[in-house]
């Protein structure tokens, strides 16, 4: 049988159990793409908005299920640009295969990815040696501590043709263990501690604190639904006091990342498609990846995203006592001082979502109900109170 480098590819993720593949299409990476989107490959190709998002969806992928996913980027360039998302993936022991693919043949192009950055980093210079890399790959992301491996491919060698015979047992890793729990953080809370939280931020007073939509949300949501939390002080907030009673049911980023959660959810729900995902996220950390919603739309992905717009970063604010009545670090501000917004409900329903704004507590109840009954993506926006003190 005569393949091609990226007919190769296609088949050993299929035989490592690779249900999902997430990137963006670009120089050096177009024939393994078309390879993807070819009729017959079965391996859906989930193109991000940013380079970055797409590692942090199959980070969330990972963490939901302990399965893993492929990431393909464009060359070098690409690859720089989702460094922090590899790294972040590392320290989180997310496994993932992390394709790019170098346009300029020879053997002088600089590795896409420093070495320190996964677990390891492998170049593959001519087609027969593409199975035992595909292969070595997955054995080495899933030995020891798991954790990302990428693999730079050159054009050239996605294109090019051999004529061999692979059956799935050759492209699959020797490692029996292609599936392990991964470490989302779960916190086992009281009962109760939901109702108590309630009761502190009870009324309809405004403006709302961070704690009544958390514990509002909680009383909607199905016991095994999964949360994931942003960065900052709402990630801390929630691990606080938002019960978990199922096993996988809270992920969050280790160490935090902003701009995170909202690829991350996507990948969450890929995973678990039968599980309530709500992705609840700060309004400056939803800012660094709101374009990805576009990918639920365009894939039918429905997460419930909530946004507790704060009209800044509390968690930076906190750093900064000011003497005097002045800009905080970290407030988004008018030259005037008065709190800045982008409408995040607007934005949301002119990408294609289901969209509700929220300013008083008497609307958390039925708007949350009404976002988990979307039969697509949806948003809700909340505003609460700015500034940490507050919440």
Known sequence: ????????????????????????????????VDTLLSAGTDIPFIQVIQEQSAVHLADGYFRACGRSMAVILPGALGHSKALGGIACALAGESAMLVISGEYSEGNDCRPAVPA?????????ASIDQLPQALRQSFDTMFSGRVGPVSLDIPAAVQSASIEVRLSPSTLRAT???????????????REDSASHSSEEGSGDVLPLKAQRPLAELRSVLEKDAILVA???????????????????????ASPPMSGWAVPAAIGVKLAMPARQVVCAVGDGDFLQSMQEMAVCV???????FVVFNNSGYVSLSDVQTPLIEQHRAGEFNLPDGKP????????????????????????????????????????????????SRVN
């Open 230 to 252: 942003g960065a900052g002080s709402l990630q801390a907030l929630v691990k606080e006091m938002f019960p978990v009673y199922e096993s996988r049911s809270l992920c969050t």
């Open 1 to 32: 049988m005569k393949l091609t480098g990226g007919q190769i590819v296609a088949k050993a993720l299929k035989a490592n159990g690779v249900d999902f593949v997430a990137g963006m299409p670009g120089e050096g990476t177009w024939a393994l």
């Open 175 to 189: 490692s029996e263990v292609q599936r392990v729990d991964p470490q989302i953080n779960v916190v086992a809370l």
């Open 116 to 124: 320190w950055i996964t677990k390891e980093h492998v170049r593959v």
């Open 298 to 304: 365009m894939h039918s992905i429905p997460v419930v």
């Open 340 to 387: 800045y917004s982008p409408d995040f409900a607007g934005i949301a329903r002119n990408i294609g979502l289901e969209a509700w704004r929220v300013e008083h507590a008497s609307q958390l109840n039925p708007t949350f109900i009404k976002a988990l009954n979307s039969k697509g993506p949806s948003l809700v926006e909340v505003i609460t109170a700015r500034g």
